[in-house]
């Protein structure tokens, strides 16, 4: 990808602007952490849909992995706002596999290379989460999920900040049947 594809014509985005500031890592400084950077053709495929897809659970991404030496499954999710969030207005995330409840306390949320576990979103007032940023749920697990189909149950919790009439909770439920993607 040229550095023209990478950066618009002109100059920066907010988003380039919010992340040189630290604002997409609640401030903390990444050793080698790139900026995240859409990849064109994928916005043009979005486009041509319509729009942004706004399922919490991704198509694709859900395959079983070992995460600094925990074993596990991950799957994609993106955010179903219309606008972007920051961290401490994700309330929870409730995740369910073939049936089996997933404890939401075993659950990390990975963003702009920066994991975090779902009690401390609360605090990360100062990290955001971009509409059209993908994020990764990790989940640890002893053995690892079948391959095949699983029917998976996703819901996202936000609060919207922008809502003057009150803190409301937004219950967003997304319900897929993935296939878990061959390792690599």
């Given amino acids: 990808m040229s550095e023209q594809d990478r950066f618009p014509v002109g100059g920066l985005t907010r988003r380039m602007l919010m992340a040189a500031a630290g604002a997409m890592t609640g401030g903390l400084k990444l050793a080698g952490a790139a900026p995240q950077i859409v990849d064109p053709a994928s916005q043009a495929a979005t486009r041509k849909r319509g729009g942004k897809d706004r399922a919490f659970l991704a198509d694709e991404g859900f395959r079983n992995v070992e995460r600094d030496g925990q074993k596990g499954f991950q799957l994609k999710v993106r955010l179903t706002s219309y606008r972007s969030l920051p961290l401490s207005c994700i309330e929870g995330i409730k995740l369910k596999v073939d049936g089996e409840e997933i404890d939401p306390k075993e659950i990390v949320l990975t963003l702009n290379n ?3 576990k779902l009690d401390e ?3 990360l007032s100062t990290a955001w ?3 059209l940023d993908y994020g990764e749920l990790f989940v640890p697990r002893a053995a690892p999920l079948a391959p095949g189909p699983h029917d998976v149950e996703g819901t996202l919790i936000t609060v919207e900040p922008y809502m003057t ?3 409301f909770s937004f219950y967003n439920v997304s319900k897929k049947r993935l296939v878990l993607e061959s390792e690599v």
């Fill in 129 to 131: 989460w971009f509409i």
């Fill in 121 to 123: 979103l609360p605090r």
């Fill in 114 to 116: 920066y994991s975090h």
């Fill in 165 to 167: 009439a009150g803190r």
